[in-house]
């Protein structure tokens, strides 16, 4: 069976919600078809960018069925399916397959955090895989889950045959090197954030899921292109301009930036759904100030 191909670079659509918070698959269409103008490799919707958490199941169901009806032909559609039981993301995993994603990606079970042991986390992701029709894509976040899982936990996992690779958010690239060493790559690993693309590509990330490919594809895919032609010192500035934006819409003002920027560039951001609140309308215009920056190449209708 041959392994699909996660290279490239993949932006973690926002979740799309109207004035009053329903979802809009109309907004996630739309999106999707404007993003698709670039050379990506594919989108994946219900990240943490998605506000997977804050939707019911049929309203995850129904964004990911959205999604595949505006794929493009070749492109992968991956969708974020971590619950907080295994038999709840076996469930997830089963609709968003039936939905029409080709992966899912699993975040780890993080409520009784203190008993997410390697062994619980492994026989966790190994019942997932089991179990799943399509590939399953291991999600460590510990931003927001406050689990950091250990190099050898994934070593572990990724010894399930449908299980075909991590998005790393922790940003820890020694750990990246040491499951790739490991795996003798056969393990897919994409970084979970812009600020470190370059030094997760150089340690041997076959790409990125990067919340500023909603908002800045090409700058993204510029870093990606002139790390594979080997033009290091253009890939290292695109990579140093990435920093401060990318950050702005992560971990400094998270999703609210996001959607903030993309309106600013004719894409579709819209509201977030309650408890999360807006920006504020200072932070919004230095949200502006530095999509607008020169050294940013920013999404454009092309």
């Not at 998005?167 to 990246?176: D, F």
């Not at 309106?263 to 200072?282: A, T």
Request: charge should be negative; proline fraction near 6%.
């Amino acid at each position: 069976m041959s392994i699909l191909n996660l290279s490239g670079i993949f932006p973690p659509l926002p979740a799309s919600f109207d004035e009053e918070e329903n979802l809009s698959p109309e907004k996630i269409r739309f999106n999707i078809q404007s993003l698709s103008r670039y050379d990506l490799s594919g989108i994946l919707v219900l990240g943490s960018n998605g506000e997977q958490v804050m939707l019911s199941e049929a309203e995850k169901h129904e964004a990911v069925a959205a999604a595949r009806e505006a794929m493009p032909p070749g492109k992968l559609l991956l969708a974020g399916t971590g619950g907080q039981s295994t038999r709840e993301t076996i469930r997830l995993t089963m609709d968003a397959a039936s939905a029409g994603a080709d992966a899912v990606l699993v975040i780890s079970p993080s409520y009784y955090r203190g008993q997410m042991s390697d062994q619980a986390l492994v026989r966790h992701y190994h019942a997932v895989a089991d179990a799943s029709p399509v590939p399953v894509v291991v999600y460590n976040m510990p931003a927001n889950t406050g689990i950091d899982m250990t190099a050898q936990a994934i070593i572990q996992m990724a010894g399930h045959p449908n299980i075909i690779g991590l998005k790393e958010s922790g940003g820890n690239v020694v750990k990246m090197g040491e499951v790739l060493h490991a795996t003798a790559g056969d393990f897919q690993i994409l970084a979970g954030g812009a600020g470190f693309l370059l030094p997760a590509l150089a340690t041997g990330a076959a790409g990125g899921i990067l919340a500023l490919a909603n908002i800045a594809p090409a700058h993204c895919l510029e870093i990606y292109k002139s790390f594979l032609a080997g033009e290091m010192e253009h890939a290292r500035r695109m990579q140093h301009a990435a920093i401060a934006l990318n950050a702005a819409v992560t971990s400094r003002w998270g999703v609210p930036a996001l959607k903030r920027a993309m309106d600013h560039l004719g894409l579709y951001g819209g509201p977030v759904r309650r408890p999360l609140l807006p920006v504020s309308e200072q932070i919004g215009r230095e949200i502006v100030e530095m999509v607008n920056d020169k050294g940013i190449m920013a999404f454009k209708n092309i």
